[in-house]
C-alpha cells in the first residue's frame, strides 16, 4: 500500500475524567478522498483537533509522511500542510473574494500590494478549480453555498497535502452539493488527501474511496468504501444493527381545530402566496431546498423582522401579527433557530440557564429556583442530553447535545406551535431518532409543530403532512405516510413528478 | 464536573482576590498597622463608596456589552441642580428625590438611544457626559455651591456611630444589586442579552428593554452618587468629581466583569472599588506623591487584567 501522508498512530487523549479517544490510529493517503464517520461524541472533533495542532494528544504519535512530528500549534500545522474547513464559515465578509484567498500570500511590487497581479492570480486559481464567482465581489454578497467554495479556494490557495472538511454539504442545496462534489473530485485528482467529516452516507458511496467510522473514542471500521454498505456502517457507527429511521405513521393530528391558519404571506423576493393551516397535535413540515423561501416563512411567522409581509395569519382564529420575537413568544409561538452558534446558545451560560432562557416569564420576576431546577432537570431526562449536568457549560457539550439543549429550551417554555428550521443539522443518527420521538409525543399533548427541512429522511420520520417549496412558492402538499423521498425531492428540485414509467 | 465550575469561579476573581490579600499585607505592614487601624478601615470604605455605587451601575451596563462614559457629567450636573435647589429652600427630601430622578432621566436618554436606536454606546454616552456637565456649568455659570448641613447630617451621619452612612448606602445599593443579578428574571436576562444578543432575541427577550433599563439603572446611582458627593462635601462644583468613569469600570474589571459583555458580578466590583481605595489610602499614608500614585494605580490594573487573560488562554488551551 503506497505511503500515508498523515497518520496517527494510537492516539489518546482525556479531558479531566472523560476519556475521549482511546488508542485511535488513522492513515490518511494522498489523491484519496476519505470519509470520517462517527455520531457526535465519537470524537471525531477531538481526533481532527489533535491532527490540527489545536489540542495536543496525552500518548500517541503524528507522523507526516512517514516521520514523526510535534506541532507548536494550529499555524505550525497549516504551515506544514494540514488545513481545514470549518462548518461555520471564517472569512471577513467585508472583503472581496480575492483578499480573502489572497490572504497573506500578497504579491507586492516596490513595496506595495500588487492588486492587479493579485487578482489574476486568484482568477487563475478559481478557473483550475472550476468556480466561476467573479473574484472582485465582497464576501458577504455571495449565497452560502459560494461562500463554502470561496472558503475551500481560500485552503486550496495554500497548496496543502491533506484538507479537511467539516460537513461541507450540511447548508447546501441538491444542485450547489454537485458543484462542491465536483471540486472535491478535481482537488482529489491534484495529489489533495481531502477528508469528508459527514452525516450523509450519499455523499460516502458517492465520492469516498476510504472511510474510518469512529465509536466512543475507538476506531471500528475502517477500509475501502467498496466493502461498506449503509447497514454495515450505521452498524458500526452506532454499536448495534438498528432501523435507523423509523417512518412516521400515527397521526396526532386533530384535524377539527385549527391552531394557525396563513393566508397569501409574502415577503417580496423572498416568499409569495403561502396559504396553509395547522392543526391541533399536528406535524406539518415544509420541505424544500436552501433558498426555496422556508427558513424566511420561519422566521416570519416569529416575527424575526417584524410585520414586513403581506398577507394574514391568524392564531386561534385571532390576528396575529408579531412585531418581534418577544412578541411572538408572549402569544405562544416558539421558534428552534437554523444556527445553533449564532442564534441558539449563550456560551456565558450554564446548560440550566441555556435551557430555561425562554421561559423566565413563567419563572416570574424573582425566579422560582426550584421549578426551574425541576423542568430543566426534566428536559435533560427527556432529551436525552448527555453528560446530564445542569450545571455544565454549554460550550462542554458535544455539537448534538447543544442542539438537543435548544430545542428543549422551546418545549421547556410551554408553548402552544413550535417551529423548528433545521432541527437536527449536525447532529447524529441516534440522536435524531430521539429528536423525532420527543416531537411525536409533544404532538400528542396538542401542540402544533412545524418543521422546515431539507433533509428528506427526516421529513418522512417526522411529519403528518408535507408542503414543499421552491423558489418562494408552494408547489405541492403531501401525506407523509404516502409518499417517498424521490416524490419530495422531484417536487423540490423541478417542482412536477417524475414522468412514470410505463 | 462540580470541581470544575468551582475552579472557573475562582479564576474569574481569583487574581483580585491575590492581588487585594497582598496588598493588604504589603501596605499593612509598610505603614506598621496604621491601614489596619478601625478608624483608617473606615476612612478607606467610605471613600470607596463612591466609587462602589457608581462601579455597580457600570457593571449592569458593562454586563449588557456597553459602555456608560457619562458618570462624571450625569454627577456634576445633578449635584449642581441638587445644591440650587437646596439654596432655594426647597425641602431636602424632595431635593434629594430631584436628585434621583434626574440622574434617571440622563440615563433613560442613553438608554433609549442605545436600546432603542442601537446607537454606539461608546458614543452616545460620551457625548451625554459633555453635554450634561456642559448643562450644569452653563446653570451655575461655573460658580461652586455650598452649605448644605442637613443632608450632610443625613448623608454622612453614621448607623450606631459605627458604620457610616456612605458604606451603608453602598452596602445597600449592593445587596439590591446582588439580588436583582442573581435571583430575577431581569438579571438573568441582562446576561444573556450580553453573552449573545441574537440568541437573546430568538429567545423571545426583549433586547432594547433590558438594555435601557440598564442605563438607567446606571443613571439613578449616579443621582445617588451625586447626593452622596454633595453631602459629603457639603459642597457642589463643576470639578467636584473627575474620571468616575474610569475608576468604576476599573473597578468592574478588577472584579472580573468583561467588557465583551455577559460576565461580571457586584461582589467583584465591590471588591475591586475597595482594593482602589486601599492602594490610594496607602500610598498616601506611605507619602507617595499623587503622581507616582498614578503610575502605581495603572501598574496595578494592568497586571490584574494581565493574569486574568493569561489564565484565560491557558483555560482555553487546555
Known amino acids: 500500500m503506497a505511503e500515508s501522508v498523515l497518520e496517527a498512530r494510537d492516539i489518546y487523549k482525556s479531558f479531566g475524567s472523560n476519556n475521549v479517544l482511546e488508542g485511535v490510529s488513522v492513515r490518511f493517503y494522498e489523491g484519496r478522498v476519505q470519509a470520517l464517520l462517527g455520531v457526535n461524541g465519537a470524537g471525531k472533533s477531538t481526533l481532527v483537533k489533535i491532527l490540527q495542532g489545536v489540542y495536543q494528544a496525552d500518548k500517541g504519535d503524528i507522523l507526516l509522511n512517514g516521520e514523526k512530528i510535534v506541532y507548536s500549534g494550529p499555524a505550525d500545522a497549516l504551515k506544514r500542510g494540514i488545513s481545514m474547513v470549518f462548518q461555520e464559515l471564517n472569512m471577513f465578509g467585508e472583503m472581496s473574494v480575492t483578499e480573502n484567498i489572497i490572504g497573506s500570500h500578497r504579491i507586492k511590487t516596490h513595496g506595495m500590494i500588487n492588486w492587479k497581479a493579485c487578482r489574476q492570480s486568484v482568477r487563475a486559481h478559481l478557473d483550475e478549480l472550476g468556480i ?14 459560494d461562500q463554502q467554495l470561496v472558503e475551500i479556494a481560500r485552503c486550496v490557495y495554500e497548496k496543502p497535502k491533506i484538507l479537511f472538511l467539516d460537513e461541507p454539504s450540511s447548508s447546501l442545496s441538491k444542485a450547489e452539493e454537485e458543484i462542491l462534489y465536483r471540486l472535491i473530485r478535481r482537488l482529489k485528482e491534484t495529489g489533495i488527501c481531502v477528508v469528508l467529516i459527514t452525516h450523509k452516507m450519499e455523499e460516502v458511496f458517492e465520492l469516498c474511496d476510504q472511510l474510518s467510522v469512529l465509536r466512543d473514542g475507538r476506531v471500528t471500521a475502517s477500509g475501502d468504501v467498496a466493502e461498506f454498505d449503509v447497514d454495515r456502517i450505521t452498524g458500526d457507527m452506532l454499536g448495534k444493527t438498528v432501523d435507523i429511521f423509523k417512518r412516521s405513521s400515527v397521526t396526532n393530528g386533530n384535524y377539527d381545530k385549527v391552531l394557525m391558519e396563513v393566508q397569501k404571506l409574502g415577503i417580496p423576493r423572498k416568499f409569495e402566496d403561502i396559504s396553509f393551516k395547522l392543526y391541533e397535535g399536528e406535524i406539518l413540515a415544509f420541505a424544500g431546498l436552501v433558498g426555496s423561501g422556508k427558513s424566511e416563512l420561519a422566521r416570519a411567522l416569529f416575527g424575526v423582522n417584524g410585520v414586513k409581509y403581506t398577507g394574514k395569519i391568524l392564531v386561534d382564529g385571532k390576528p396575529y401579527a408579531p412585531s418581534a420575537p418577544y412578541d411572538a413568544s408572549a402569544q405562544g409561538i416558539g421558534y428552534v433557530p437554523i444556527s445553533r452558534k449564532e442564534e441558539g446558545i449563550f456560551t456565558n451560560f450554564e446548560a440550566k440557564s441555556n435551557i430555561s432562557s425562554a421561559m423566565l416569564a413563567k419563572l416570574g420576576f424573582f425566579i422560582d429556583r426550584k421549578k426551574e431546577d425541576d423542568i430543566t432537570g426534566r428536559m435533560m431526562e427527556e432529551f436525552n442530553v448527555r453528560p446530564r449536568n445542569l450545571h455544565q457549560n454549554i460550550v462542554n457539550f458535544s455539537g448534538g447535545n447543544q442542539q438537543k439543549i435548544v430545542l428543549s429550551r422551546w ?4 408553548k402552544r406551535i413550535v417551529l423548528l428550521d433545521e432541527p437536527t443539522r449536525g447532529v447524529d443518527v441516534g440522536a435524531k431518532q430521539e429528536i423525532y420521538d420527543n416531537l411525536r409525543r409533544l404532538a400528542s399533548e ?52 417524475a414522468v412514470k414509467e410505463v | 464536573m462540580k470541581e470544575k465550575k468551582g475552579r472557573f469561579q475562582f479564576g474569574q476573581m481569583g487574581g483580585l482576590i491575590i492581588l487585594a490579600v497582598f496588598i493588604t499585607a504589603f501596605f499593612g505592614i509598610a505603614t506598621k498597622g496604621v491601614l489596619l487601624s478601625s478608624q483608617n478601615i473606615s476612612n478607606i470604605l467610605v471613600s470607596a463608596s463612591l466609587n462602589g455605587v457608581i462601579g455597580i451601575g457600570m457593571t449592569f451596563v458593562l454586563i ?3 459602555i456608560d462614559l457619562s458618570v462624571t457629567g450625569n454627577i456634576i450636573m445633578t449635584s449642581l441642580f441638587l445644591g440650587s435647589m437646596m439654596l432655594l429652600g426647597v425641602p431636602w427630601f424632595l431635593c434629594l428625590l430631584m436628585a434621583l430622578v434626574i440622574g434617571s432621566m440622563v440615563g433613560l436618554v442613553n438608554g433609549i438611544s442605545i436600546g432603542r436606536f442601537g446607537m454606539v454606546a461608546f458614543v452616545v454616552t460620551m457625548a451625554m457626559n459633555n453635554i450634561t456637565s456642559g448643562i450644569g456649568k452653563l446653570y451655575t455659570n461655573g460658580l461652586t455651591q455650598y452649605g448644605f448641613p442637613k443632608i450632610h447630617e443625613i448623608i454622612c451621619g453614621s448607623l450606631f456611630g459605627v458604620i457610616p452612612g456612605p458604606v451603608l448606602l453602598m452596602a445597600v445599593v449592593a445587596v439590591l ?9 431581569y438579571g438573568r436576562q441582562l446576561y444573556a442579552v450580553g453573552g449573545n444578543p441574537k440568541a437573546a432575541w430568538m429567545s423571545g427577550i426583549n433586547n432594547r428593554r433590558i438594555i435601557m433599563t440598564a442605563y438607567v439603572i446606571s443613571g439613578f446611582l449616579c443621582g445617588l452618587g451625586a447626593v452622596l458627593m454633595t453631602s459629603k462635601l457639603m459642597s457642589a462644583s463643576s470639578s467636584m468629581v473627575t474620571a468616575t468613569e474610569m475608576d468604576a469600570i476599573a473597578a468592574a474589571v478588577l472584579g472580573g466583569t468583561s467588557l465583551a459583555g455577559g460576565v461580571g458580578t457586584v461582589g467583584g466590583t465591590i471588591i475591586g472599588a475597595i482594593t482602589i481605595a486601599m492602594i490610594t489610602n496607602g500610598l498616601n499614608l506611605m507619602g507617595v506623591s499623587p503622581f507616582a500614585q498614578q503610575i502605581v494605580k495603572g501598574v496595578i490594573i494592568f497586571a490584574v487584567v494581565a493574569i486574568d487573560s493569561f489564565q484565560k488562554s491557558r483555560r482555553s488551551a487546555e
Open chain 1, 446 to 497: 396538542g401542540i402544533g409543530i412545524i418543521i422546515f427541512s431539507s433533509e428528506t429522511n427526516e421529513l418522512l420520520s417526522s411529519s403528518d403532512r408535507i408542503i414543499i417549496m421552491r423558489e418562494g412558492k408552494m408547489v405541492k402538499e403531501l401525506v407523509t405516510a404516502e409518499t417517498t423521498s424521490e416524490e419530495i425531492l422531484m417536487y423540490s428540485i423541478a417542482g412536477k413528478e
Open chain 2, 177 to 185: 444589586a446582588f439580588i436583582i443579578l442573581k435571583y430575577t428574571d
Open chain 1, 132 to 145: 466561476s464567482i467573479d473574484e472582485t465581489v465582497q464576501v458577504k454578497e455571495l449565497s452560502l453555498a
Open chain 2, 64 to 66: 449588557t456589552g456597553g
Open chain 1, 411 to 414: 418545549i421547556a417554555a410551554d
